[in-house]
């Protein structure tokens, strides 16, 4: 029978409860109303609880806590329903089924929400008791707010217990928070459990702001555990200094070297996701445990980093400095577009310098979408350490357009990352933009770039794959596309010495992979439309004779002049016709280190055939 009435809990110490304090268990405590609440009046506790704060071996279990109302259960200034343990024994499982629920803390002293915790008591040793799972079920809106929290988490060798949070609307607003955490004790540290799961679905829209999170970290040796979010759309955004969806590993107080790891993230929209305003979904490390892979995918992805100084929002992984180096992955995908907006990002980030740094693997950084466009955006993976950095891997079937914004890899004292762009039928534009991997500081190769596409358009565009250090190699770059189609008709191609990136400069379009004291790299274009007419133009060098090249390579009319820039050859006159020839000759190691005579300019070649 369905309970019609309202019930209210309010004042300091007022409690609904049964708790064990020896080795019997705790009984269950179920509460069943047509509304209820639950208000501690910001200066202490009403609650409905079980917990277990026995000293006995063995000890006795807190009990289950069942809270069901078909109307609006309220919870704040101080309310709690909670099943916990401070003992061997475990805390109970905390159920909670109504048609709307409010969690807000209001600014109370104490924690307002839902909770199952295991707590260090003083005098006990050996294994702690573990915390309960908890099961939130909402028909219509769920609110936390003002720092009121769902959470399980653990303080001991116990583990926490798993999180489920299902409503049609939910709002984690103004620092509050569902979560599940491995966290260490202050005073007396010991290993600590593992962190529990944290499973939250919206079936209409999810919004995380203003500080809120939803987050499964590691403060202890425990590992944390993986956060899975569903809904229909999700918006993250607002201030604070943590907030969206993230998982890290911050290691123990008492030895970084016993951190656990940080967890996996699962976020998948049915319609759009859209962070904004510092907004993030992250897996970083700050230890010795590693990041967790984090997996995004909606309809449409929208990303914009505008109002948000000195933070970027987006979708990261990273390992900070002192950490193992062990970044996570990021794969993100889209059924419609991916949108980068006013510094969006998608990053990984490694910082970390290590005694052996080959021993870590380096991530994976993938974007996949019809159509993904980026304007004042990146997508980037960096290592300012000696760890190489990540690769980046994008995939498009209609549009890559980059405006004033870049796809890029860098590194310190390691290898480059690659970059692998492909794009089928589809049209990329760099629009003062550039796709690059390079290496600064003073070890390290370059990293491959390949490029497929059917259009590749550049207007002041640069693909690059350049190193810096001392006796390193350039990078390969592949361009594969059927038209390559560059501002001004100009483009320079390969290089000893590298270019410098200028947004703004008109026509300056650059592929290359240059090691100014080393050995660059292979620079390969393979196109049958390569529009450069009439806009090639020439430094005080030997010119090739034009042969009247035009716009189309099989129409005589015009004149062109092509400067000696990189590899590969032409024809010694651009009458004759360019056969489907191999894209370049084999030259010795010694002749490609030394410059191009000025009777000997180069430009990649391409292969042409012209129609009968």
């Given at each position: ?103 807000d803390g209001m600014g109370a002293r104490t ?409 660059s790299g292979v620079v390969q274009i393979s ?86």
């Amino acid at each position: 029978m369905q309970a019609t009435g309202s019930l209210s809990v309010k004042d300091n110490g007022s409690s609904i409860n049964s708790s064990t304090w020896w080795s019997g268990n705790a009984g269950t405590v179920k509460v069943s109303a047509g509304s209820i609440t639950l208000d501690g009046q910001g200066n202490g506790v009403a609650a409905i609880s079980s917990a277990s704060r026995s000293l006995s071996d063995p000890a006795g279990r807190a009990g289950t806590v069942d809270v069901t109302t078909a109307g609006t259960l309220a919870v704040r200034n101080g309310g709690l329903i909670d099943s916990s343990t401070w003992s061997r024994g475990n805390a109970g499982t905390v159920k909670v089924s109504a048609g709307r629920l409010v969690i807000d803390g209001m600014g109370a002293r104490t924690s307002t929400g839902i909770s199952s915790n295991n707590y260090p008591l003083s005098g006990l040793t050996g294994n702690a008791g573990s915390a309960g799972n908890i099961d939130v079920m909402v028909a219509g809106s769920l609110s936390v707010l003002n720092a009121g929290q769902i959470d399980s988490s653990t303080w001991s060798t116990g583990n926490a217990g798993t999180v489920k949070v299902a409503a049609d609307t939910i709002t984690v607003d103004r620092e509050g928070s569902i979560r599940s955490t491995s966290s260490q004790q202050v005073l007396a540290p010991v290993p600590t459990g593992f962190g529990g799961n944290v499973q939250v679905n919206a079936r209409n829209t999810l919004t995380i702001s203003n500080g809120g999170e939803i987050d499964s970290s590691t403060y202890g040796s425990g590992n944390a555990g993986t956060v899975s979010v569903s809904a229909g759309d999700i918006r993250i955004f607002g201030e604070g200094t943590l907030f969206g969806i993230f998982s890290a590993a911050y290691g123990t107080l008492e030895n970084l070297a016993r951190s656990g790891n940080a967890g996996s993230l699962d976020v998948r929209a049915t319609g759009a996701l859209e962070i904004a305003n510092g907004g993030m979904i992250s897996s970083s490390t700050l230890t010795s445990g590693s990041a967790g892979k984090v997996t995004v995918s909606a309809a449409n992805v929208r990303i914009d980093g505008q109002n948000s100084p000195g933070r970027n929002s987006g979708i990261f992984s990273r390992a900070y400095y002192g950490s193992s180096g062990q970044s996570g992955q990021i794969i993100l995908s889209a059924r419609d577009s991916v949108s980068l907006t006013g510094h969006g990002t998608v990053s990984i980030q490694n910082d970390a310098s290590l005694g052996n740094p080959f021993g870590v693997t380096p991530g994976l950084l993938a974007v996949s979408a019809p159509t993904i466009l980026l304007k004042d955006a990146e997508i980037t993976a960096a290592s300012t350490g000696n760890v190489a950095a990540s690769q980046v891997q994008v995939d498009f079937s209609q549009r890559l357009a980059l405006d004033n914004s870049g796809i890029t890899t860098s590194a310190n004292q390691g290898n480059g990352g690659s970059i692998d762009i492909t794009g089928g039928q589809g049209t990329i534009l760099l629009d003062n933009a550039q796709i690059s991997t390079s290496v600064k500081g003073v070890a390290g190769n370059g990293g491959d770039i390949h490029v497929q596409a059917h259009t590749l358009i550049m207007n002041t565009g640069f693909i690059q794959a350049n190193t810096a250090a001392r006796n390193a190699a350039g990078g390969h770059v592949q361009i594969d596309v059927q038209a390559l189609v560059p501002s001004g008709d100009t483009l320079f191609i390969g290089g000893q010495t590298p270019y410098i990136f200028q947004p703004g400069v008109f026509s300056f379009n650059v592929i290359q992979a240059a090691a100014p004291t080393g050995v660059s790299g292979v620079v390969q274009i393979s196109t049958p439309l390569l529009d450069i007419s009439g806009a090639l133009t020439g430094f005080n060098v030997q010119l090739l004779d034009s042969g009247g090249l035009g716009h189309h390579p099989c129409r005589i009319t015009g004149g062109s002049s092509l400067v000696q820039t990189g590899r590969g050859g032409f024809a010694p006159s651009a009458r004759d016709l360019l056969g489907p020839a191999p894209l370049f000759a084999e030259t010795p190691l010694a002749d490609r280190m030394l410059p191009p005579s000025p009777g000997d300019p180069r430009l990649a070649s391409t292969s042409w055939r012209c129609a009968s």
